[in-house]
DNA sequence: CACTTGACCTGTCCGC
DNA sequence: TGCGGACAGGTCAAGT
């Protein structure tokens, strides 16, 4: 679920609450959440101070003073939380959807020296947090492989339009969801921006016209900056660094709206299917 | 190579 | 109340 625009709301918080901190401890449960050896982590956590902390795509970088880096994805059910001295210094108290921490989900637990921890929870262990070279990093698979980021200043719908061609014959839910087409899309927002550009999902990209292109990449990134300005869309269970859920659910047009009115023409918003997702689409407003 | 499907997990909800 | 099954969705491996 965490999308880029939940993804980039960790990234925020977490640089703006840790950076600086030094790390005293770490402790973690399986190897599937955190697959280092307690001998790279003696050696590269602790002790060390946070320098940055970075996102690429759903990807969130920790950078350690000793030049090693925490790569961590949150994949559906991860969260990234903060609990210390600065947890409940904004917002209100029931914004919050995490209760105390640890608790059976949490898979990492890292000890800063000021006393507060960074907890790294995932009810499904499908997320993880792998340790490696700060160097290292760019030559990951998934970092060789992944597209474009959609918010960037410089690029353009052109650009965007051109990624699409490698997957001519697929729908265009399913080439958006497409890491290695567009870097950060999930389910929510390739609903709600097909919303926006009024095209039905399950389109062949071959049949999508050049002007739909330029709408589909003007709608994307519109709703995209929604809902960083939202802190992001809390659907089952993504939080903040702060463990306090985002509101763009609040501003939906379609997703998870299956038989409500269509903000745009007021016809029943439908679900089904597509690309192997929940799909919600205005059945007026996009066809086939 | 392009494309689709199933696996990975756990919790929740729905119908019986 | 319990119980089985569908569903939630990001990514990768394995299939066609």
């Known amino acids: 679920m965490p999308e880029l625009p939940e993804v980039e709301t960790v990234r925020r918080g977490l640089h703006r609450l840790i950076i600086g901190r030094s790390v005293a401890r770490v402790s973690h449960d399986t190897p599937k959440s955190f697959p280092n050896s307690p001998q790279d982590v003696h050696s590269f956590v602790v002790g060390a101070s946070v320098t940055d902390v970075r996102r690429r795509a759903k990807v969130l970088m920790i950078d350690l003073s000793t030049l090693y880096t925490l790569v961590v994805h949150l994949k559906m059910t991860g969260q990234l939380v903060l609990v210390g001295q600065t947890r409940f210094g904004a917002g209100h108290p029931n914004d919050s959807l995490v209760g105390s921490l640890p608790d059976k989900s949490t898979r990492v637990t890292i000890d800063f020296v000021d006393g507060s921890q960074l907890y790294f929870n995932d009810q499904r262990k499908f997320g993880w947090m792998k340790l490696m070279p700060t ?126 009115t269509c903000p745009h023409c007021g016809a029943e918003i439908i679900k089904f299917k597509a690309a192997g997702r929940g799909t919600h689409i205005c059945p007026v407003c996009q066809v086939v």
């Open 135 to 260: 160097d290292e990093v760019p030559h990951m698979t998934f970092m060789k492989k992944v597209g474009p980021e959609p918010l960037e200043a410089d690029f353009t719908s052109w650009q965007f339009a051109a990624r699409f061609t490698r997957r001519a014959k697929t729908s265009i839910k399913a080439a958006l969801l497409d890491q290695t087409v567009i870097a950060g899309v999930g389910n929510i927002y390739a609903d709600e921006s097909l919303w926006g550009a009024h095209i039905h999902p399950k389109r062949l990209v071959h049949t999508i016209t050049a002007a739909e292109f330029q709408h589909l990449y003007t709608e994307l990134r519109i709703v995209m900056n929604l809902a960083i300005d939202k802190g992001g869309s809390t659907n089952q269970n993504y939080v903040n660094a702060e463990g306090k859920r985002g509101s763009y659910m609040d501003f939906a047009r379609v997703f998870r709206r299956e038989g409500l």
